[in-house]
């Protein structure tokens, strides 16, 4: 915690937002000179190197399930630091920085008071090079603005102090506690979008461009494509744009509530486990894979030595063309649909209409192109006669299922044998909702029951005797109202 308050109002501030535990041992760094903080930060090293080897040796005489890893061992530290602006002056930019960050790293709080804006993007850059992790800082006022700059991701809060760090921030909240959902819930969904989209953008563009490089060798390295030039133009822009835009936006993998119930699921993204390069060459392999099975199955089904049509013709280089893009679409467009984990109505609408685009602009480019009598008359004939032929949509469709084979096997083997720690919270998530509509269903059912049973069993009453009709029970009684004449008089009663 940076703060401009006195010493001790920041540590009552750190006591009363439960950054400081009463367990907590408080080292104070103040010194007025380099010497005394120089002795100060060597003791506080002493005494928090003896109380982690402590801490290392307890862990291991425990238990198997209650051990930890060395990466792990320097956060069960009860220390807390404090150090004020004149002392923090005479560490940064010294020989004393090492030290400190190291100190700072044993502590599981720190707070620094009475420090300038200046001195706060110190220290942030400080902790930002020193240990090479993804650092956020958060405040409210003017004088916060270099902290918030300084770091990787900048949160303003909007309040009494005005709008400078909203201003100059990445995002803007309008109280502290929304931290805990933006980093929780936002921040994890939006690292796990980015991630996926990245990869699947390698992989989708691997996956053209190797079928022109797979081509090279039977043009005689000529440079002449095996795509029309406008499918080419549409490929990105049209084809395979409103997968990625939904995916981007509504793909999530557990929702809000079960992101905030485990944090622990936040490690995901502090420990780069998504974004790696063994997961980039997995997606890039992936890519290579399908280009190889959409190029030699199409040309060696399709168009070496074979007759696709009736008339006995081979096919031409525009009718595998028109075969090996538009498998290379749909399988593209699945993929997409595979990696997304949030299915509703948009995600099937929008593979449906990437496909059905690319029929419906390759009849519009060929159907222009022959009344124009320009560039593309040939390919609509092609197309025409393409579309007519079974073996054409027979070699699609299998082309599609070995392409994707691997791909659903590997994704059934790893949910089955392998399961990540989100997979088991969404198995667990599954299993709740379905008993929690199962119970809502039963609860339903007994008051439908209940009220059948009521109804069946109430005695209907009149609000009045005399307005009973004839035969109908009075307070429950069976016994039946004589009907008075209607000629009789109140005297004759």
């Known amino acids: 915690m940076l703060t401009g308050d006195k010493q001790e109002t920041a540590i009552n501030i750190a006591f009363s937002c439960g950054l400081f535990q009463n367990y907590m041992e408080m080292m104070i760094v103040d010194g007025s000179d380099k010497s005394t903080v120089t002795s100060q930060i060597q003791e506080a090293l002493e005494k928090s190197k003896a109380f982690q080897k402590r801490s290392v040796s307890t862990v291991n005489r425990s238990t198997e399930s209650s051990r930890i890893s060395m990466s792990e061992q320097g956060k069960t530290s009860a220390f807390c630091l404090v150090i004020p602006g004149p002392s923090l002056s005479l560490v940064l930019g010294s020989d004393l920085q090492p030290d400190f960050l190291t100190l700072c790293t044993r502590c599981q709080a720190v707070v620094a008071c009475r420090v300038s804006p200046m001195q706060k993007a110190l220290v942030v850059k400080m902790v930002k090079d020193g240990l090479g992790k993804v650092c956020l800082s958060i405040g409210d006022g003017a004088n916060d603005v270099p902290m918030i700059q300084a770091a990787h991701i900048g949160v303003g809060i909007s309040g009494f102090e005005g709008l400078q760090a909203v201003m100059a921030s990445d995002f803007a909240i ?101 974004f790696t390069s063994k997961a980039m060459l997995s997606w890039m392999g992936s890519g290579v894979y399908h280009a190889a099975v959409i190029f030699f199955f199409g040309y060696y089904q399709f168009a070496y030595e074979s007759h696709p049509f009736e008339d006995g013709l081979d096919g031409d280089l525009v009718q595998f063309g028109i075969l090996t893009f538009f498998v290379l679409v749909v399988i593209v467009n699945i993929r997409a649909g595979m990696i997304s984990l949030t299915w509703t109505w948009l995600m099937p609408a929008s593979l449906i209409l990437s496909v059905a685009s690319f029929l419906i602009v390759a009849f519009l480019i060929g159907a222009i192109g022959l009344s124009l009598g320009a560039l593309g008359g040939g390919f609509y004939l092609a197309l025409y006669s393409a579309m007519q032929s079974a073996r054409f949509w027979l070699c699609g469709v299998i082309t599609i299922f070995i392409a994707l084979l691997r791909d659903y096997g590997w994704r059934a083997y790893i949910r089955l044998h392998t399961p990540s720690e989100v997979i088991k919270r969404q198995v667990a998530q599954k299993k709740l909702n379905k008993m929690k509509t199962a119970v809502a269903k039963l609860v339903e059912d007994y008051k439908i029951r209940k009220e059948n049973v009521f109804r069946e069993t109430m005695i209907i009453r009149s609000g009045f005797a005399f307005d009973a009709p004839s035969g109908r029970q009075i307070g429950g009684s069976a016994a039946k109202m004589p009907r008075v004449p209607e000629n009789s008089s109140a005297s004759d009663l």
């Open 174 to 274: 309008a109280q502290f506690q929304y931290l805990k959902r933006l980093l929780l819930v936002h921040g994890r969904w939006s690292y796990r979008r980015v991630s996926k989209l990245i990869f699947y953008i390698f992989y989708k563009c691997l996956a053209y461009a190797f079928i022109q490089f797979f081509f090279s060798p039977f043009n005689a390295w000529s440079g002449q494509p095996c795509f029309h030039q406008y499918m080419m133009q549409f490929y990105n822009v049209l084809f395979t744009a409103l997968p990625c835009i939904v995916f981007a936006i509504f793909d999530k993998d557990v929702d809000d509530l079960l992101s905030m119930e485990h944090p622990e699921l936040y490690r995901l993204g502090v420990e780069d486990g998504i």
